[in-house]
């Protein structure tokens, strides 16, 4: 007896993967609906990369109105108004969350609003709804996660601190990951006085450590109070802010971030009436096909506990849209992938750390080159910039390349194509620079650390 099905596709979550596997799955000629109980877009629309880039943006002009002192420009009376920044920025997601909604309406995307659960292994339930599908795709990314210690609950998240009443003009930002260490420069850069705690030696787990080390020192300079080693053991409200109890003594702020880590969003979900599994770490169990246990239902993006980037549960979800509905089977290529912190200055990186790199096995030449940017000798600046090959000794091939410095995300994604394709130390020689860039630096370092 043939089953009867709402849609060919059913998926939980309007973020970044879920619409673009809701969209393309549409396009190759499936019946498709997409459940989002708030803002089209999720997380890196609404409270993550884009109103966060927004905001680097404007944090950078501080130092902009200073440093343009050196080039002949005066600039009385320089304020900032943290509303406008605020409302701007909203008014812009908004305008995203419609284009979101048009590009998943334009192939016939169903939008049903609510909060979807798994209600079997082909069922979902949004509030008095019931809904079949042949497939089932979870996509309903991570959220943060916070620490049980006393006083929590005054403490914000990413979700919250875009949209404050009252720009904190004393910040605590707990946390050793890319979302604090970004905040911290925003906020510094905006004006505030920012301590960054950290329970570690070294912030940024995971980067290459010389990098680490640099931008350590880098956002000392700019003014943020890099605190490591260090821990908050609790939380108390008081008037105009709350006291935080840290381990070298009592001070006051205005605001509390706590960015400490993410979990897999997976609340409510229903994973129960399924046979759906997790790893160790939490995270929902796939193949390289996105296929959970249960053979129905699949997921992508950072639910699934790999690289937790928009551009990588995009890439997820074309290849799931194309082995599914397209005709053609496709897995994700996760080698040499760039990414970015936007710190400032930022880091670019993209593949092996000198670490990562030594742990596989390989005999690696390190080309290091730190100095002071052009624009810098006349600024009054003391900022510098750090440029890192790790090339394999054996085959000449270039294996990672970081960056700490103006531009480094948008030099790095240029050489993200290189790594994919395999260059070697000797092709980044043979390549004219672009002069005067700091960028060129990647193409006439000749000289390996010792």
């Not at 309007?14 to 596997?21: D, I």
């Not at 301590?195 to 640099?214: C, K």
């Amino acid at each position: 007896m043939t089953q009867h099905f709402d849609y060919d596709l059913l998926v939980i979550g309007a973020g970044s993967g879920g619409v673009r596997a809701a969209r393309k799955s549409a396009e190759f000629g499936a019946k498709v609906a997409v459940v989002e109980k708030a803002a089209l877009g999720g997380t890196c629309v609404n409270v993550g990369c884009i109103p966060k880039k927004l905001y680097v943006y404007a944090s950078e002009y501080a130092a902009a109105w200073r440093e343009s002192a050196g080039f002949g420009w005066r600039a009385e009376d320089v304020s900032f108004d943290w509303n406008t920044l605020r409302d701007n920025k909203t008014n812009e997601i908004a305008r995203l969350n419609a284009i979101y909604a048009r590009l998943l309406e334009a192939p016939g995307v169903d939008i049903i609003e609510g909060h979807g659960a798994l209600a079997g292994p082909q069922e979902v339930v949004v509030g008095e709804s019931r809904y079949r599908a042949e497939k089932i795709l979870l996509a309903t990314g991570t959220w943060p996660a916070m620490p049980d210690i006393p006083g929590i609950e005054l403490a914000l998240t990413s979700n919250e601190i875009f949209d404050l009443e009252r720009f904190p003009e004393r910040l605590l930002i707990v946390g050793g990951g890319y979302i604090a260490t970004e905040f911290a420069s925003i906020f510094s850069g905006l004006g505030a006085n920012v301590v960054q705690s950290y329970r570690g030696e070294l912030f940024l787990r995971g980067f290459d450590h010389d990098i680490r080390q640099f931008l350590a020192e880098e956002m000392r300079k700019a003014g943020v109070d890099l605190r490591f080693n260090h821990h908050v053991t609790a939380l108390e409200s008081q008037s105009g802010g709350v006291l935080a109890h840290l381990s070298d003594g009592n001070e006051p702020f205005d605001a509390v971030l706590y960015a400490t880590g993410r979990r897999p969003n997976i609340a409510q979900l229903g994973l129960e009436h399924a046979a759906v599994t997790l790893t160790e770490a939490g995270y929902i169990e796939v193949d390289d096909a996105f296929q959970t246990a249960e053979p129905s239902i699949y997921a992508l993006g950072d639910m699934t506990g790999g690289w937790e980037l928009t551009p990588v549960a995009i890439g997820e979800a074309m290849a799931f849209a194309q082995t599914q509905f397209g005709g053609q089977a496709l897995t994700m290529d996760y080698h040499a992938i760039p990414t970015a912190v936007f710190s400032q200055p930022p880091i670019g990186t993209v593949g092996l750390t000198e670490e990562e790199a030594i742990a596989a096995g390989h005999e690696v030449t390190i080309f290091e080159s730190t100095f002071r940017p052009l624009k810098h000798t006349v600024s009054g600046s003391e900022e510098r910039t750090m440029m890192k090959l790790v090339v394999d000794a054996e085959s000449d091939r270039v294996l990672g390349a970081h960056m700490v410095g103006a531009d480094a995300g948008e030099i790095c994604q240029g050489l993200g194509i290189a790594l994919k394709m395999g260059a070697t130390k000797a092709d980044f020689d043979r390549t004219v620079g672009i002069h005067p860039t700091a960028a060129e630096e990647f193409v006439t370092m000749r000289t390996p650390r010792d």
